[in-house]
């Protein structure tokens, strides 16, 4: 085998594990060397920080500076019906996100990762989406607060979320075990909308609230979709 044949087959090597990983049926949207596809919101609350990058197959992304956060959206913006799988291993302390139909601004259907003490992750959440967030706004488990017994400390966890029809239903899993199973009484999306991003959140902090750990790291990996009819 010729050098550069053996060069080129050592540069596949982190996208061809990158993609060894996802369910039958999914296609991968994270090409596990660049941000190819993807685009730093500009006009969301958490900010813009400009952390995000991929390495050996792993997209990272943290606070940068310190207490700026921020979202990384596809740049496709028309998924509707559609399942999402990701493996993720946030540093304890951290608070990210899995946004779904989500807007250029971060109004989304949110699954959490808000891997820290008295968060939850698989929950499901309305980002700057308030009346989604009381408790008439929908029927069925929201989150599962014993998520840690399927949880792998200092492992890869596998996460897989399911959005069907206008008013959502949606559905969560957590290393396979499902963790939400919700029905919203409407569709809350700002202007009726139903399509939108996926996008990936870096929560932001300020001196009176803190949901990221110092120099903390949030890691994906193995991002892949499944669209719905």
């Known amino acids: 085998m010729s050098r550069r044949v053996l060069i080129l087959s050592a540069a596949l090597v982190p996208?061809?594990?990158?993609?060894?990983?996802?369910?039958?049926?999914?296609?991968?949207?994270?090409?596990?060397?660049?941000?190819?596809?993807?685009?730093?919101?500009?006009?969301?609350?958490?900010?813009?920080?400009?952390?995000?990058?991929?390495?050996?197959?792993?997209?990272?992304?943290?606070?940068?500076?310190?207490?700026?956060?921020?979202?990384?959206?596809?740049?496709?913006?028309?998924?509707?019906?559609?399942?999402?799988?990701?493996?993720?291993?946030p540093d304890y302390g951290c608070d990210g996100g899995l946004f779904l139909r989500s807007t250029e601004r971060g109004e989304a259907y949110q699954v959490m990762i808000d891997f820290l003490e008295g968060g939850n992750v698989g929950g499901i959440y309305g980002?700057?989406?308030?009346?989604?967030?009381?408790?008439?706004?929908?029927?069925?488990?929201?989150?599962?607060?014993?998520?840690?017994r399927f949880w792998k400390d200092g492992q890869w966890n596998s996460l897989r979320a399911r959005i069907e029809g206008d008013a959502p239903h949606i559905q969560v899993w957590l290393n396979g075990m499902q963790v939400a199973n919700w029905r919203a009484a409407r569709n809350?999306?700002?202007?009726?909308?139903?399509?939108?991003?996926?996008?990936?959140?870096?929560?932001?902090?300020?001196?009176?609230?803190?949901?990221?750990?110092?120099?903390?790291?949030?890691?994906?990996?193995?991002l892949g979709v499944k669209v719905l009819p």
């Open 127 to 148: 980002e700057r989406l308030p009346e989604m967030n009381r408790p008439e706004a929908g029927a069925g488990q929201r989150l599962d607060p014993g998520y840690r």
């Open 15 to 89: 996208v061809a594990q990158a993609f060894a990983q996802l369910p039958p049926g999914f296609e991968p949207i994270f090409d596990g060397r660049s941000l190819s596809g993807w685009h730093i919101s500009e006009t969301n609350h958490h900010g813009n920080t400009r952390s995000w990058r991929a390495q050996d197959g792993i997209l990272l992304g943290s606070q940068d500076p310190p207490k700026v956060g921020g979202i990384l959206l596809t740049d496709r913006a028309d998924f509707r019906n559609f399942e999402v799988y990701v493996e993720i291993q």
């Open 188 to 222: 809350y999306l700002p202007e009726g909308l139903t399509t939108g991003h996926i996008a990936l959140q870096i929560h932001r902090a300020n001196d009176s609230f803190d949901r990221w750990k110092p120099g903390g790291v949030h890691r994906f990996r193995n």
